[in-house]
């Protein structure tokens, strides 16, 4: 039996090691740091994710057979060049490829060579002229930190006084550290989340998800990692998503193997179906949370062939991907304040109850175990997810489970999937 180490501590490193157990294959796994639920399926190792020569001495020495990385933050601190450079199995992109995440510049520029339909945009680091080009402009704007930023880094404004507020913020307080700007025009349409298995040229489709990036119902709010998500779109046709494989995301990892650094790992395209034709929002080098939660519960083939697969470069001969027909939503329960300032360390009851409900996950994002009970640990604390053979019928066992939970310091939406529903 094989032994797998999966490096992160949130709900999408609960939903790889969830798939990884269902694997006929697997018989040990380890997650680095992982959380309070994580806990039940697998050995949490108290390494943090960008302890990378920490991480690779464990994996030697437990002889791991496969490394699954599930954060940008490891990705961009090259984990994967050093486990590859060590003779270490590991499925996740160089640190060279994860720049299509790790610097929004880079990914623009690679588009704008390669001709991929993305939003048209400049780049800035100074803040004078930001602001002249952004005041000489239409609104709403999009303004984009140019680095990580767990998913905050994105600000849309609506007017010319909040567009500099965003600036000043980025440029001049150094709000999510030194970096550029980069300015995008705004376009509309439905977003959605194509996840693919990429191994240097050869792109291996995921079924398509949709999330939710604002805090509250309705879509209103601050922008935060995502409140929910759901799988499938019934507002995305197969000729979309035809034209999104062959003018996206193949080309893209195409692109990333002619300009000398393959892509091995998950490509996540954030996209938008624009009055123009699909076009990139931005991308991202892992798989995606919270579309992880809902997407891997319904993959039938096992998941521990396809990530060696992509780690070694032979997903040409892997057979087609089966995934089951049934609907799967997601309702991301987030700390009062979230994703502003929060309390931590609020005990959590109802999770036996919840997760006993039929066709119900409760996948852990930011949890700990403290005096013998489960507590919160960060902004995101749990997803409910719920498989059903129809979207209402998920939407509804989802609400169910988030129901059974009590907390006094957690919020969620009511609305995921209301574009489909």
């Given at each position: 039996?094989?032994?797998?180490?999966?490096?992160?501590?949130?709900?999408?490193?609960?939903?790889?090691?969830?798939?990884?157990?269902?694997?006929?294959?697997?018989?040990?796994?380890?997650?680095?740091?992982?959380?309070?639920?994580?806990?039940?399926?697998?050995?949490?190792?108290?390494?943090?994710?960008?302890?990378?020569?920490?991480?690779?001495?464990?994996?030697?020495?437990?002889?791991?057979d496969?490394?699954?990385?599930?954060?940008?933050?490891?990705?961009?601190?090259?984990?994967?060049?050093?486990?590859?450079?060590?003779?270490?199995?590991?499925?996740?992109?160089?640190?060279?490829?994860?720049?299509?995440?790790?610097?929004?510049?880079?990914?623009?520029?690679?588009?704008?060579?390669?001709?991929?339909?993305?939003?048209?945009?400049r780049?800035?680091?100074?803040?004078?002229?930001?602001?002249?080009?952004?005041?000489?402009?239409?609104?709403?704007?999009?303004?984009?930190?140019?680095?990580?930023?767990?998913?905050?880094?994105?600000?849309?404004?609506?007017?010319?006084?909040?567009?500099?507020?965003?600036?000043?913020?980025?440029?001049?307080?150094?709000?999510f550290?030194?970096?550029?700007?980069?300015v995008?025009e705004?376009?509309?349409?439905?977003?959605?989340?194509?996840?693919?298995?990429?191994d240097?040229?050869t792109?291996?489709?995921?079924?398509?998800?949709?999330?939710?990036?604002?805090?509250?119902?309705?879509?209103?709010?601050?922008?935060t990692g995502?409140?929910?998500?759901?799988?499938?779109l019934?507002?995305?046709?197969?000729?979309?998503?035809?034209?999104?494989?062959?003018?996206?995301?193949?080309?893209?990892?195409?692109?990333?193997?002619?300009?000398?650094?393959?892509f091995?790992?998950?490509?996540?395209?954030?996209?938008?179906?624009?009055?123009?034709?699909?076009?990139?929002?931005?991308?991202?080098?892992?798989?995606?949370?919270?579309?992880?939660?809902?997407?891997?519960?319904?993959?039938?083939?096992?998941?521990?062939?396809?990530?060696?697969?992509?780690?070694?470069?032979?997903?040409?001969?892997?057979?087609?991907?089966?995934?089951?027909?049934?609907?799967?939503?997601?309702?991301?329960?987030?700390?009062?304040?979230?994703?502003?300032?929060?309390?931590?360390?609020?005990?959590?009851?109802?999770?036996?109850?919840?997760?006993?409900?039929?066709?119900?996950?409760?996948?852990?994002?930011?949890?700990?175990?403290?005096?013998?009970?489960?507590?919160?640990?960060?902004g995101?604390?749990?997803m409910?997810?719920?498989?059903?053979?129809?979207?209402?019928?998920?939407?509804?066992?989802?609400?169910?489970a988030?129901?059974a939970?009590?907390?006094?310091?957690?919020?969620?939406?009511?609305?995921?999937?209301?574009?489909?529903?």
């Amino acid at each position: 039996m094989k032994t797998v180490l999966v490096v992160g501590s949130g709900g999408r490193e609960h939903a790889i090691v969830d798939a990884l157990s269902r694997s006929s294959q697997v018989g040990k796994i380890y997650c680095a740091p992982g959380n309070a639920g994580i806990a039940a399926q697998a050995e949490c190792v108290p390494l943090k994710d960008t302890q990378v020569e920490e991480l690779l001495a464990f994996a030697q020495e437990k002889q791991v057979d496969l490394t699954v990385v599930g954060p940008e933050v490891s990705l961009s601190a090259g984990i994967a060049d050093a486990f590859r450079a060590a003779g270490q199995r590991i499925f996740g992109p160089s640190r060279a490829a994860a720049r299509i995440e790790s610097s929004k510049d880079f990914a623009k520029g690679l588009m704008a060579r390669h001709g991929v339909p993305t939003a048209a945009y400049r780049t800035f680091d100074a803040y004078d002229e930001a602001l002249e080009y952004v005041r000489g402009g239409s609104f709403p704007v999009v303004l984009k930190y140019d680095g990580l930023a767990a998913g905050k880094g994105v600000v849309i404004p609506e007017d010319f006084e909040s567009a500099r507020a965003a600036l000043k913020d980025m440029l001049l307080e150094d709000k999510f550290g030194k970096g550029k700007v980069v300015v995008e025009e705004f376009m509309t349409g439905p977003e959605f989340s194509f996840l693919c298995f990429v191994d240097g040229p050869t792109v291996v489709p995921m079924v398509l998800s949709q999330d939710h990036k604002r805090a509250f119902d309705g879509d209103k709010g601050p922008n935060t990692g995502g409140m929910g998500a759901y799988t499938p779109l019934p507002f995305i046709t197969e000729e979309d998503r035809q034209d999104a494989l062959e003018h996206i995301m193949k080309p893209v990892a195409a692109a990333l193997v002619e300009e000398g650094c393959p892509f091995w790992g998950v490509l996540y395209g954030g996209l938008m179906k624009t009055p123009q034709g699909i076009k990139v929002v931005e991308f991202n080098c892992r798989f995606g949370d919270p579309e992880t939660e809902v997407v891997l519960p319904r993959l039938q083939s096992d998941i521990y062939d396809v990530f060696c697969a992509t780690a070694d470069g032979t997903l040409d001969a892997l057979p087609p991907l089966r995934w089951s027909e049934e609907a799967v939503l997601g309702i991301v329960l987030a700390s009062k304040g979230y994703p502003g300032s929060y309390d931590k360390g609020v005990p959590i009851e109802g999770l036996a109850e919840a997760a006993a409900l039929p066709g119900v996950r409760l996948y852990h994002m930011g949890t700990k175990m403290q005096d013998g009970k489960t507590v919160t640990a960060g902004g995101r604390v749990l997803m409910a997810v719920a498989q059903a053979p129809t979207l209402p019928e998920a939407n509804a066992r989802a609400l169910q489970a988030v129901a059974a939970i009590r907390c006094e310091g957690l919020f969620h939406r009511s609305d995921i999937g209301h574009q489909a529903l």
